[in-house]
């Protein structure tokens, strides 16, 4: 109609009325507006054979409608146990399984044989994780378990009824699974950059403001949250070690992990930093990729920040480092990975006391390649196999403002 009612009130009654149980009732008094459908969801499960009749009444201005309510109650040699499956709210795009051991078994004396299943509601949210391959034969007395999964794709109360096809009498065994989908729920954490400074050949501490903004219950599974950070290379060195560190022309990136302190509202988390000259007198400090390292969901808002440095040389004219001719470059050897000897190629732009480093995956140092004064150059050296096992290592050349690194592999 294209106008709407007023649902006063709504009860059922009737001599058979303990057989159907409602599971999703419209409440009353309530409003049903112009062309909205309302849905009652019964659950019959007979106590007796034959036919079984309720009622339901409902009341509107003016008017009382009677809607009868009927099943027959028939024997069966297949029973589950459990007619419905509610899956309770599961966040959209999340899952929730739900195993039924013996959750069907014959109860008859003789084999029955299950040849079909059918899922009434085409509803793709709902699945059998785990049935076997059909047609499947029980015998008297065995059981099969199953595992049900509920997949939410929106956010309403959703419905599906599973009919297991079989031979037996009281075909089909009828399931129905229920489940609701909610919004993602994310507890907040705000990660928050100081700004800091210092002058060259000193250190510097960078400190790593982390505060819980919500409380959704996800932080007591949450131990670390992994990020990165990237800033200019030839001004910071990072101290101690890293889970990653990659050096890409002048901008640097580490990887690494915070520990979660659960106990507190606020924390910090500090990264060490010994200052270089550097070819620039500001660096920008970029945290980016923070996310928990545990299985949890956590919104996570940054807040950069950047370093400055507070005195330089500039004698002699150009700084160390001038962008616009160029950088030091530090090649891939080759080849690459390599079992007898490899060749490593770099090109040095500035003069001064520069040194390549070996290390193993674990960052112990394998071999001082060289540490000495070189002018700016081209170079290029040798490594054999033979002074490493195999495995990969990461080779480290360090100029007197800039660090670069790369991967090598040796197999034998």
């Known amino acids: 109609k294209d106008f709407k009612f007023n649902i006063r009130s709504i009860r059922f009654f009737g001599g058979d009325l303990d057989d159907f149980q409602v599971i999703d009732e419209i409440k009353a008094p309530s409003v049903l507006e112009a062309n909205e459908l309302k849905t009652i969801s019964i659950r019959f499960e007979p106590t007796k054979m034959g036919l079984r009749q309720a009622f339901a009444e409902i009341i509107i201005p003016n008017d009382t409608i009677i809607v009868e309510i009927s099943g027959v109650g028939i024997s069966t040699e297949l029973r589950s146990n459990a007619n419905v499956i509610d899956f309770g709210k599961v966040e959209i795009d999340s899952y929730k399984d739900t195993t039924l051991v013996d959750f069907i078994t014959n109860i008859s004396n003789r084999p029955v044989v299950i040849d079909s299943v059918f899922f009434g509601g085409f509803n793709q949210s709902f699945k059998i994780m785990n049935l076997p391959e059909l047609p499947i034969t029980l015998n008297p007395n065995e059981k099969m378990s199953l595992t049900f999964r509920f997949i939410p794709y929106f956010v309403y109360r959703q419905n599906e009824v599973i009919s297991f096809q079989h031979n037996g009498l009281g075909s089909p065994l009828m399931v129905s699974l229920f489940g609701q989908g909610i919004g993602v729920i994310k507890d907040t954490v705000a990660i928050e950059l100081a700004d800091i400074s210092g002058k060259p050949g000193e250190s510097v501490t960078l400190p790593i403001k982390i505060s819980k903004m919500s409380q959704h219950g996800s932080f007591n599974r949450v131990k670390n949250i992994r990020a990165s950070l990237s800033f200019n290379s030839t001004l910071l ?176």
């Open 237 to 412: 060195e990072p101290i101690g070690s890293f889970l990653a560190d990659d050096i890409n022309k002048s901008l640097r990136t580490i990887e690494f992990d915070i520990p979660f302190d659960n106990s507190s509202e606020s924390f910090l988390h500090n990264i060490q930093f010994k200052i270089g000259s550097g070819n620039d007198t500001i660096s920008e400090l970029t945290l980016f990729g923070a996310r928990p390292v545990e299985d949890a969901k956590l919104k996570i808002n940054y807040k950069n920040s950047k370093f400055t440095l507070l005195s330089s040389c500039n004698e002699g004219g150009a700084r160390l480092f001038d962008p616009a001719a160029g950088g030091t470059i530090l090649f891939m050897n080759r080849p690459n990975p390599f079992s007898i000897s490899t060749t490593i190629d770099f090109e040095l732009i500035e003069t001064g006391n520069t040194k390549l480093s070996i290390f193993d995956i674990t960052g112990e140092l394998k071999k001082i390649v060289f540490n000495e004064w070189r002018s700016a150059g081209a170079y290029s050296l040798q490594i054999s196999a033979a002074e490493f096992s195999p495995g990969i290592y990461y080779y480290i050349l360090e100029t007197p403002t800039q660090k670069f690194m790369r991967t090598m592999q040796i197999i034998k």
